[in-house]
């Protein structure tokens, strides 16, 4: 299978400046390496109606292109359920029927790190799981036997992370996010993950889960987010941010890719013309600070 990069925005609103930024830069790392470029909807949780769409629009303004069609997480749950059957007949999930709270409020596991579900239900007995079952509906975790793990990764060099018995379907039958996004990477061929650097603590756990399931796991970069005044992660309180906005203050699509290639330290005239001075190895390691418009 020809290698693959991708982006995989969740449709639960408009992409902002700094969602378009995270885009531009898995096009950037994906092209200059000679990759195909995927677009996935990870649209299993807070879709919203029309955001799709939307969305795409967004990045087919700025300039991101895209190889074949976007895929949908929603239509492919019965990936993710022969997975979660592939752990379970190999003995490496449980049925857990813990409440939030309970998992706050349990003492934590000897040893175990800050955070860590802390493996309440991974020994009730069949007499056990049948009562609870017909209280609460279950969700099934992991069955780990490590407690941490380390990744490669092109911006933050080895990074050593949590791996908890983590949960791989929720109680309400969602398949969770670290399943899914480790399925959907082999299963297309995407062996490059270019995100937010928000989620690098939790790429230990989805390349442990890629090793278990036998699949590749990717090259990772995860890059800087884009933050307000206060250094928080950019959201849509923090005024003009996505296309539309800025548009409505007179500021159109081409200033806005001008401006992230700018903060990029990239030429600007188009993704194309950065594509020709793409290094990862130079690319700023900090946050940038929107600047407000
Ligand atoms: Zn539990």
């Known amino acids: 299978m020809t290698s693959a990069g991708r982006f ?12 378009l930024r995270t885009a531009m830069l898995a096009w950037l790392f994906a092209r200059s390496t000679g990759r195909r470029f995927l677009l996935r909807v990870e649209d299993l949780d807070r ?17 991101v292109s895209w190889d074949g069609d976007p895929v949908r997480q929603t239509d492919r749950g019965p ?17 857990c029927f813990c409440t939030r709270r309970e998992i706050q409020e349990a003492p934590s596991a000897p040893h175990a790190p800050q955070g860590a579900y802390p493996g309440t239900c991974r ?6 799981v049948a009562f609870r079952r017909s209280v609460r509906p279950a ?3 992991l069955r780990s036997s490590v407690t941490e793990w380390t990744v490669q990764d092109a911006m933050h060099g080895t990074f050593t992370g949590v791996v908890d018995d983590f949960v791989l379907r929720r109680n309400d039958g969602v398949t969770a996010y670290n399943l ?3 399925v959907d990477d082999a299963e297309q061929g995407i062996d490059q993950v270019v995100r937010g650097d928000d989620l690098l603590p939790s790429t230990p756990r989805q390349a442990y889960l890629a090793s278990l399931l036998n699949m590749p796991v990717p090259e990772y970069a995860h890059v800087p987010l884009v933050v307000n005044a206060d250094g928080a992660r950019l ?3 923090d005024g003009a941010v996505t296309l539309g906005d800025l548009a409505a203050v007179g500021i ?11 903060s990029l330290e990239l030429p600007a005239d188009s993704l194309e013309s950065a594509l020709g001075a793409f290094d990862p190895a130079v690319l700023p390691r900090e946050p940038w600070v929107w600047p407000g418009v």
């Open 79 to 95: 990936l993710y359920a022969a997975a979660i059957d592939r752990l379970a007949d190999a003995g490496l999930t449980y049925e």
């Open 235 to 237: 959201a849509k309180r």
């Open 8 to 19: 995989a925005p969740s449709p639960s609103g408009e992409l902002h400046v700094g969602n």
């Open 139 to 141: 969700a099934v975790r």
């Open 180 to 182: 899914a996004v480790v």
């Open 123 to 128: 020994k009730l007995s069949t007499a056990e």
């Open 47 to 63: 879709a919203r109606a029309g955001a799709e769409a939307q969305q795409l629009r967004d990045l087919t303004v700025i300039g």
């Open 252 to 262: 159109g699509a081409d200033a806005v890719r001008r401006m992230i290639l700018d």
